[in-house]
């Protein structure tokens, strides 16, 4: 920022911002988050849209010394309602159009935060909650008075003579909400120490090299990830390094090909993707004539298929890496070159970091033999925020050091290569990643359980036509006769759309083991046609979508009215739509169908274009789901 203010440092949309805007305006933000009290060990809640604004506040936040918890504006309520009374942050940065989402929480006051104001409950929101209010203060970035309060502070950064007490390696850093195998999803208290570190690590390994190899000081990165997602970090380390982080919007996010023209059209020189993404991104042309645009490749959050994995490693010119690590890490704990390997690995850790595969006793396992997967290092978290005794039951005593530090216990199964370096295998319980996301069964189950006409609820992952979907197996109440479609519709409003099954499957007697246990292999497909209900299509438009959903989903038919995702579309199926309705000759694109869920209110916006051949992006998309 000093050396070269107007270079750019995020693009978002058709705007871009310099790094000494982006260091001024987050120093400013410091300074009145300082004003506030705000400082180290306290945390900060973030429920903004995803602009440069998100960004800023990061910058701010970490500046001041605090913590930042990341708020998703498309979570339902009572998920917001839930991390808000779980985290207790001291103060909720929004804007005045999200204000709204925290008022259906039900759990911040609305008042408009700033000096010397007054909310409408009648307290100075500058000021603490009253003694034994939880809610915390509300600041509304976008309001006249905050705005201008928050222009007349300091565009200096903010240093430990500033804060309201100096800011140590070991203060909390960010707070991430994983899914949680009890029911309720726990958050993950990540330290600025693991954050600095992974930045030297990547530094090393992937941000130096690739600047020598293409000999370009300044490169392009894209920011694909949600920022509720801990691999959010991977781009936001860059911008540190002096390079640009375009922030993408949700709708270049969810269509490959807007994706993929977005990255050749703006030269943009790295992306993290989930493996199922980058199948994608594949087909709509990223590697066509065996050869992709950029310099470097990220993929992360799910495994990756082992004939994706040929492919990429015959990429020329391309560095593809694989970067492995639960959020308890900090975002990755172990790194692998896929050009350095004829099979799938996970890789070798990043620095200071150490991994240890272990048998049921803590024992190592020799190399070949599987063990779980223990991590340790300056990557580990402090733990899970208000669950001392999961802490207790994740984290445990390093018995291979003497200095007190603790072991990670992951979950996964893996194995050493001779090598030494570590081939995943699997999960040592029921957790499963879809589309990147890591998914606790436990915690839908316990959520659909609270239905009332559900007595049991079992949830799993099943793969049908390439596409892995969760599915809910659920045996109703006695006199009850509940409606699958709605008990899903139910369920949306209660979960992020990532937890949400694909499908609600009724069962009148579980099909059991000759030692009576669930026999999981005979739970019944899902019969998504059982979701047809709608009236038949009327006009060429609604009779193509109705068509093209049937298609894609092997169905015999999709009526007019009929959700989209209720038949059993999800991200992947979503393109595979857009794809088939696009080859047909209509304007639509992923974005549309996830606004627009039947097809009665997707063909009222539909528009003919000049007919063409189904195009590389057109087809199925290859993978095991896509982020989200």
Same mark, same amino acid.
């Given at each position: 920022?000093?050396?070269?203010?107007?270079?750019?440092?995020?693009?978002?949309?058709?705007?871009?911002?310099?790094?000494?805007?982006?260091?001024?305006?987050?120093?400013?933000?410091?300074?009145?988050?300082?004003?506030?009290?705000?400082?180290?060990?306290?945390?900060?809640?973030?429920?903004?849209p995803r602009t440069e604004e998100m960004l800023i506040s990061i910058l701010a936040v970490h500046q001041a010394g605090a913590a930042y918890l990341p708020l998703d504006p498309d979570y339902p309520p009572e998920r917001l309602a839930f991390m808000l009374a779980d985290a207790s942050p001291a103060l909720l940065l929004t804007t005045t159009a999200l204000a709204a989402r925290t008022g259906e929480a039900?759990?911040?006051?609305?008042?408009?935060?700033?000096?010397?104001?007054?909310?409408?409950?009648?307290?100075?929101?500058?000021?603490?909650?009253?003694?034994?209010?939880?809610?915390p203060v509300t600041v509304t970035l976008d309001d006249p008075a905050t705005a201008a309060a928050i222009a007349a502070r300091s565009g200096r950064?903010?240093?430990?003579?500033?804060?309201?007490?100096?800011?140590?390696?070991?203060?909390?850093?960010?707070?991430?909400?994983?899914?949680?195998?009890?029911?309720?999803?726990?958050?993950?208290?990540?330290?600025?120490?693991?954050?600095?570190?992974?930045?030297?690590?990547?530094?090393?390994?992937?941000?130096?090299?690739?600047?020598?190899?293409?000999?370009?000081?300044?490169?392009?990165?894209?920011?694909?990830?949600?920022?509720?997602?801990?691999?959010?970090?991977?781009?936001?380390?860059?911008?540190?390094?002096?390079?640009?982080?375009?922030?993408?919007?949700?709708?270049?996010?969810?269509?490959?090909?807007?994706?993929?023209?977005?990255?050749?059209?703006?030269?943009?020189?790295?992306?993290?993707?989930?493996?199922?993404?980058?199948?994608?991104?594949?087909?709509?042309?990223?590697?066509?004539? &065996?050869?992709? *645009?950029? $310099?470097?490749?990220?993929? !992360?959050?799910?495994?990756?298929?082992?004939?994706?994995? =040929? /492919?990429?490693r015959e990429l020329p010119g391309t560095d593809v890496v694989n970067l492995y690590g639960p959020t308890e890490g900090t975002v990755d704990a172990l790194v692998a070159h896929v050009r350095d390997s004829g099979r799938q690995l996970i890789g070798r850790p990043v620095d200071n970091a150490r991994v240890?595969?272990?048998?049921? &006793?803590?024992? *190592?396992? $020799?190399?070949?033999?599987? !063990?779980?997967?223990?991590?340790?290092?300056?990557?580990? =978290? /402090?733990?899970?925020?208000?669950?001392?005794?999961?802490?207790?039951?994740r984290f445990v005593a390093d018995p291979f050091a003497a200095d007190g530090s603790r072991l990670y216990r992951t979950g996964d199964l893996a194995r050493w290569t001779e090598d030494g370096a570590v081939e995943y295998l699997g999960r040592v319980d029921d957790q499963v990643k879809i589309r990147g996301f890591r998914i606790e069964p436990g915690e839908i189950e316990t959520v659909a359980a609270t239905h009332p006409d559900l007595s049991r609820v079992v949830v799993t992952a099943r793969e049908d036509d390439g596409v892995r979907r969760l599915v809910a197996y659920a045996e109703p109440r006695p006199g009850t006769v509940p409606d699958?479609?709605?008990?899903?519709?139910?369920?949306?409003?209660?979960?992020?759309?990532?937890?949400?099954?694909?499908?609600?499957?009724?069962?009148a007697a579980w099909p059991l083991t000759a030692n009576a246990k669930l026999d999981r292999d005979r739970l019944p497909a899902p019969d998504f046609g059982a979701a047809v209900r709608g009236r038949e299509p009327v006009g060429e438009?609604?009779?193509?979508?109705?068509?093209?959903?049937?298609?894609?989903?092997?169905?015999?038919?999709?009526?007019?009215?009929?959700?989209?995702?209720?038949?059993?579309?999800?991200?992947?199926?979503?393109?595979?739509?857009?794809?088939?309705?696009?080859?047909?000759?209509?304007?639509?694109?992923?974005?549309?169908?996830?606004?627009?869920?039947?097809?009665?209110?997707l063909a009222t916006g539909l528009r003919r274009r000049e007919r063409t051949s189904p195009r590389p992006g057109d087809g199925p998309a290859a993978g095991e789901g896509t982020g989200g």
């Amino acid at each position: 920022a000093a050396r070269d203010p107007e270079a750019p440092a995020v693009v978002r949309g058709e705007r871009t911002l310099g790094f000494g805007e982006v260091a001024a305006r987050a120093a400013r933000l410091a300074h009145e988050l300082i004003a506030r009290g705000v400082g180290p060990e306290d945390l900060v809640a973030l429920l903004l849209p995803r602009t440069e604004e998100m960004l800023i506040s990061i910058l701010a936040v970490h500046q001041a010394g605090a913590a930042y918890l990341p708020l998703d504006p498309d979570y339902p309520p009572e998920r917001l309602a839930f991390m808000l009374a779980d985290a207790s942050p001291a103060l909720l940065l929004t804007t005045t159009a999200l204000a709204a989402r925290t008022g259906e929480a039900g759990s911040v006051p609305p008042g408009v935060p700033g000096p010397g104001l007054v909310s409408s409950d009648g307290r100075d929101p500058a000021a603490p909650p009253a003694e034994g209010d939880p809610r915390p203060v509300t600041v509304t970035l976008d309001d006249p008075a905050t705005a201008a309060a928050i222009a007349a502070r300091s565009g200096r950064a903010p240093t430990d003579a500033d804060r309201v007490r100096p800011l140590r390696p070991e203060n909390p850093a960010y707070l991430i909400y994983t899914s949680g195998s009890t029911g309720t999803p726990k958050g993950v208290v990540i330290t600025h120490r693991g954050v600095a570190n992974l930045f030297h690590s990547h530094r090393r390994e992937l941000y130096e090299p690739v600047v020598e190899r293409t000999g370009r000081s300044r490169l392009h990165v894209g920011h694909a990830w949600s920022f509720s997602f801990d691999a959010s970090w991977q781009p936001q380390l860059w911008m540190f390094h002096g390079h640009c982080v375009h922030v993408l919007a949700e709708e270049i996010q969810r269509d490959p090909e807007r994706l993929h023209r977005y990255l050749r059209d703006h030269a943009i020189d790295f992306i993290e993707v989930a493996p199922s993404v980058l199948a994608q991104l594949e087909q709509a042309g990223l590697t066509e004539g &065996g050869s992709c *645009p950029l $310099p470097l490749l990220g993929v !992360g959050g799910e495994a990756v298929p082992d004939s994706q994995w =040929a /492919r990429l490693r015959e990429l020329p010119g391309t560095d593809v890496v694989n970067l492995y690590g639960p959020t308890e890490g900090t975002v990755d704990a172990l790194v692998a070159h896929v050009r350095d390997s004829g099979r799938q690995l996970i890789g070798r850790p990043v620095d200071n970091a150490r991994v240890h595969l272990l048998d049921a &006793g803590l024992r *190592p396992v $020799p190399p070949g033999v599987p !063990g779980e997967l223990y991590l340790a290092g300056a990557g580990l =978290a /402090r733990g899970y925020r208000g669950r001392s005794a999961l802490t207790a039951e994740r984290f445990v005593a390093d018995p291979f050091a003497a200095d007190g530090s603790r072991l990670y216990r992951t979950g996964d199964l893996a194995r050493w290569t001779e090598d030494g370096a570590v081939e995943y295998l699997g999960r040592v319980d029921d957790q499963v990643k879809i589309r990147g996301f890591r998914i606790e069964p436990g915690e839908i189950e316990t959520v659909a359980a609270t239905h009332p006409d559900l007595s049991r609820v079992v949830v799993t992952a099943r793969e049908d036509d390439g596409v892995r979907r969760l599915v809910a197996y659920a045996e109703p109440r006695p006199g009850t006769v509940p409606d699958p479609v709605e008990v899903r519709a139910w369920l949306a409003g209660k979960l992020p759309g990532h937890l949400v099954p694909a499908a609600v499957v009724l069962l009148a007697a579980w099909p059991l083991t000759a030692n009576a246990k669930l026999d999981r292999d005979r739970l019944p497909a899902p019969d998504f046609g059982a979701a047809v209900r709608g009236r038949e299509p009327v006009g060429e438009a609604e009779s193509a979508v109705c068509a093209a959903m049937a298609g894609v989903l092997s169905l015999p038919r999709a009526g007019a009215d009929d959700d989209f995702f209720a038949l059993g579309g999800d991200s992947i199926v979503t393109v595979r739509l857009a794809g088939a309705l696009r080859a047909e000759g209509w304007e639509v694109s992923p974005r549309d169908v996830f606004q627009h869920r039947t097809a009665a209110a997707l063909a009222t916006g539909l528009r003919r274009r000049e007919r063409t051949s189904p195009r590389p992006g057109d087809g199925p998309a290859a993978g095991e789901g896509t982020g989200g």
